[in-house]
Nanobody, 126 residues
Framework: VQLVESGGGLVQAGGSLRLSCVVSGRTFEDYALGWFRQAPGKGREFVATISRSGGASYYTDAVKGRFTISRENAKNTVHLQMDSLKPEDSAVYYC????????????????????WGQGTQVTVSS
C-alpha cells in the first residue's frame, strides 16, 4: 500500500489549506484513515481519523471546529480541510492507513496504523 500526500505549503495565520492523500495498492475501503503531524523536536501527534465507511470521524481537541477530514472512496483519496490555521499548526503532516483486521472502528494511536505516507510540510506564519 502506498500513500502520497499533497497540498502542504506556507500560509498566513487565519488562512486555509487542503491536504490530500491518494492511497494505492489495495482496496481503499479496507482501510480507516488518519492524519497525524509532527513538529520539530516533538513526537507524532494524532490530528484526525475517519472510518472505512466515512460514517465516523474523530479529532484532537486542538483542531475541532477548524479541521475537517473526509474521504472519496471512488478516488481512493482522503482529505484534510484546515481552516483558521494557527502558527502552532505548523508541522509535517502524515497520512496513515489502518487495516480492517484491527479491532475498533477508529484509533488515535500511531502504532495502530499499518501504512504511512512520506509527509507534507505545513507552515503557518504569524
Amino acid at each position: 500500500v502506498q500513500l502520497v500526500e499533497s497540498g502542504g505549503g506556507l500560509v498566513q495565520a487565519g488562512g486555509s489549506l487542503r491536504l490530500s492523500c491518494v492511497v494505492s495498492g489495495r482496496t481503499f475501503e479496507d482501510y480507516a484513515l488518519g492524519w497525524f503531524r509532527q513538529a520539530p523536536g516533538k513526537g507524532r501527534e494524532f490530528v484526525a481519523t475517519i472510518s472505512r465507511s466515512g460514517g465516523a470521524s474523530y479529532y484532537t481537541d486542538a483542531v475541532k471546529g477548524r479541521f475537517t477530514i473526509s474521504r472519496e472512496n471512488a478516488k481512493n483519496t482522503v482529505h484534510l480541510q484546515m481552516d483558521s490555521l494557527k502558527p502552532e499548526d505548523s508541522a509535517v503532516y502524515y497520512c496513515a492507513a489502518r487495516n480492517r483486521r484491527r479491532l475498533g472502528v477508529i484509533s488515535t494511536l500511531p502504532s495502530e496504523y499499518d501504512y504511512w505516507g512520506q509527509g507534507t510540510q505545513v507552515t503557518v506564519s504569524s
